[in-house]
């Protein structure tokens, strides 16, 4: 099983932590694939993020308001490009890693069945704002998401079938703009996925909505204030699954990220790698057993299927 980081990056074309980052995958490069959704590939000049970019057949023309063609084409190329991505991170240029790469891997191998998305009905006057067109849908499809979040396999396929099977009902949605806060949680309702385990609803993306840089973009962390280290220790302590925190300026300090990923939680997390290690040995076990039950069925059915031929 593996791990697609699906970034998408606009402007400048630049990771804003892409050290960081580099650093931060290199620790579990085995189970992570890197994807980069770009609007210019000649604006690109890391040879890091031009090596993971996606081919320019996979690049639509996208906006701030209408980014859902980057959700779909690294869904759709992330999933073909390799058959093990479990789980699909959606992230921005400006998102940066939060927690140790081994807390990182011990929730992947725990929860890997499992999709972060957090939802809830559309908090909006939908007959004031256009956003999503949720004016024309039914009451109970009003719904809003986290345009940031994790996804596991099968919600992913899911999400991709019905876009497919339903053009209609899709271009209706992004028509109206900021598609990408609404769509995924409608597909999951239709999919009748909402309000079960398999998706949880909850944040992985810390952001700070209650001090916004704009009209309609959150805080962005640039110098590493009193405000800055509540915010970011209080989502660790109340969040388990908080990963990830956005928006993070290029001079937000190195050493204060660093110091979150590597050293605030280091005794802890050391713990977490016995437990990791028998996660992974229980999932690798399931999943042989599996194979072996399939095996055995068939191995049995070609047995019984020659017992006849000789009776005959």
């Given at each position: 099983?593996?791990?697609?980081?699906?970034?998408?990056?606009?402007?400048?074309?630049?990771?804003?932590?892409?050290?960081?980052?580099?650093?931060?995958?290199?620790?579990?490069?085995?189970?992570?694939?890197?994807?980069?959704?770009?609007?210019?590939?000649?604006?690109?000049?890391?040879?890091?993020?031009?090596?993971?970019?996606?081919?320019?057949?996979?690049?639509?023309?996208?906006?701030?308001?209408?980014?859902?063609?980057?959700?779909?084409?690294?869904?759709?190329?992330?999933?073909?490009?390799?058959?093990?991505?479990?789980?699909?991170?959606?992230?921005?240029?400006?998102?940066?890693?939060?927690?140790?790469?081994?807390?990182?891997?011990?929730?992947?191998y725990k929860y890997y069945n499992r999709t972060f998305l957090s939802w809830r009905?559309?908090?909006?006057?939908?007959?004031?704002?256009?956003?999503?067109?949720?004016?024309?849908?039914?009451?109970?499809?009003?719904?809003?998401?986290?345009?940031?979040?994790?996804?596991?396999?099968?919600?992913?396929?899911?999400?991709?079938?019905?876009?497919?099977?339903?053009?209609?009902?899709?271009?209706?949605?992004?028509?109206?703009?900021?598609?990408?806060?609404?769509?995924?949680?409608?597909?999951?309702?239709?999919?009748?996925?909402?309000?079960?385990?398999?998706?949880?609803?909850?944040?992985?993306?810390?952001?700070?909505?209650?001090?916004?840089?704009?009209?309609?973009?959150?805080?962005?962390?640039?110098?590493?204030?009193?405000?800055?280290?509540?915010?970011?220790?209080?989502?660790?302590?109340?969040?388990?699954?908080?990963?990830?925190?956005?928006?993070v300026a290029p001079d937000f300090p190195d050493e204060l990220i660093n110091y979150?990923?590597?050293?605030?939680?280091?005794?802890?997390?050391?713990?977490?790698?016995?437990?990791?290690?028998?996660?992974?040995?229980?999932?690798?076990?399931?999943?042989?057993?599996?194979?072996?039950?399939?095996?055995?069925?068939?191995?049995?059915?070609?047995?019984?299927?020659?017992?006849?031929?000789?009776?005959?």
């Amino acid at each position: 099983m593996k791990i697609a980081l699906c970034f998408i990056i606009s402007r400048e074309h630049i990771l804003n932590k892409e050290h960081i980052w580099q650093k931060w995958i290199k620790y579990n490069e085995d189970i992570i694939n890197v994807y980069f959704y770009y609007s210019d590939l000649d604006k690109i000049k890391s040879g890091w993020i031009l090596k993971h970019a996606l081919p320019k057949d996979y690049v639509y023309e996208t906006s701030y308001f209408y980014v859902m063609p980057a959700y779909m084409s690294l869904m759709n190329f992330a999933i073909k490009h390799d058959k093990s991505n479990q789980w699909f991170c959606f992230l921005t240029d400006a998102c940066c890693p939060i927690i140790s790469p081994i807390k990182f891997r011990y929730l992947f191998y725990k929860y890997y069945n499992r999709t972060f998305l957090s939802w809830r009905k559309a908090w909006w006057n939908i007959d004031f704002h256009k956003r999503a067109n949720l004016k024309q849908l039914p009451e109970e499809y009003r719904l809003a998401n986290d345009p940031w979040f994790i996804m596991k396999r099968e919600n992913v396929l899911q999400c991709l079938d019905f876009i497919n099977k339903q053009p209609n009902i899709t271009t209706s949605i992004c028509s109206g703009g900021l598609a990408n806060e609404s769509l995924f949680a409608i597909i999951m309702y239709v999919c009748k996925q909402l309000n079960t385990p398999s998706v949880i609803s909850i944040a992985t993306h810390a952001t700070d909505w209650t001090r916004m840089s704009s009209s309609t973009s959150p805080h962005l962390f640039k110098s590493a204030d009193e405000l800055d280290i509540k915010f970011i220790k209080n989502n660790l302590i109340q969040n388990k699954f908080m990963i990830f925190m956005r928006k993070v300026a290029p001079d937000f300090p190195d050493e204060l990220i660093n110091y979150y990923i590597y050293d605030y939680s280091k005794k802890e997390d050391d713990k977490l790698y016995w437990t990791m290690l028998y996660l992974n040995i229980k999932n690798n076990i399931k999943k042989n057993l599996f194979h072996f039950l399939i095996y055995g069925i068939v191995f049995s059915i070609g047995i019984i299927i020659c017992q006849i031929c000789k009776l005959h």
